[in-house]
């Protein structure tokens, strides 16, 4: 199993609690290694369900991508995949608005890289920015939150809003280094025949 594979299992592990997976997830022509999806819904009442005073729903899709290298290029296809399949196909179903009540949606890329990234790219992953409402926001508003994780290194790259992401990400990135190393060592350590 590689480091990337090692590393992505253990987000896996710990979204799992929270989030709904699909490994080999399936958007547009693009196989994805994982898609996980978070759906939260709270109400205010009076005296009775039926006294509804209002409810909000909120939801949060994230996309797990591995790549050798984030190149700018390759974040102008983040953003044509936003515009072209996840916001019409997540956010929307397909139809003209979300759902009532709809609040917020999030579409969340998760680019786990085999090299660090470049000192340009980087700064244009801090950038990159996409928000759009729904009838003057009465029908919520999407949010596009981006994440680059290096492989070699452990540096997490994210944009504004996803800036609450980098801890996450890097505390699995050296837990992932810890399970490794250890592997390694006990396959070391089993390897070796003992003559006489």
């Known amino acids: ?3 990337t594979d090692s590393y992505l299992k253990e987000l896996l592990r710990r979204y799992q609690a929270n989030f709904d997976i699909t490994e080999n997830f399936k958007l547009g022509d693009k196989l994805y290694p994982a898609y996980a999806w978070f759906y ?3 109400e205010k009442y009076v005296l009775k369900k039926e006294a509804k005073l209002w409810a909000i729903r909120a939801y949060e899709h994230v996309l797990f991508i591995e ?4 190149t700018q290029e390759k974040l102008l296809d983040l953003m044509d995949v936003i515009k072209d399949y996840a916001e019409p196909e997540l956010v929307r179903k397909n139809n003209k608005y979300p759902e009532k009540d709809h609040m917020c949606s999030y579409i969340t890329f998760v680019v786990l890289t085999s090299r660090d990234t470049d000192a340009q790219t980087a700064k244009a992953i801090k950038k990159f920015n ?6 003057f926001n009465f029908r919520g ?6 994440a680059a994780v290096s492989m070699e290194s452990g540096q997490v ?17 050296i837990k992932t280094v810890d399970i490794v190393k250890t592997q390694t060592e006990a396959a070391t350590d089993d390897s070796y025949e003992f003559v006489s």
């Open 67 to 70: 790549e050798d290298q984030l």
């Open 141 to 146: 508003h999407c949010e596009a939150r981006l």
């Open 40 to 42: 939260s819904l709270s």
């Open 157 to 173: 790259i994210t944009n504004r809003s996803g800036k609450d992401m980098k801890s996450l990400l890097e505390d699995a990135h």
């Open 130 to 135: 996409y928000d759009k409402g729904y009838l």
């Open 1 to 3: 199993m590689s480091f």
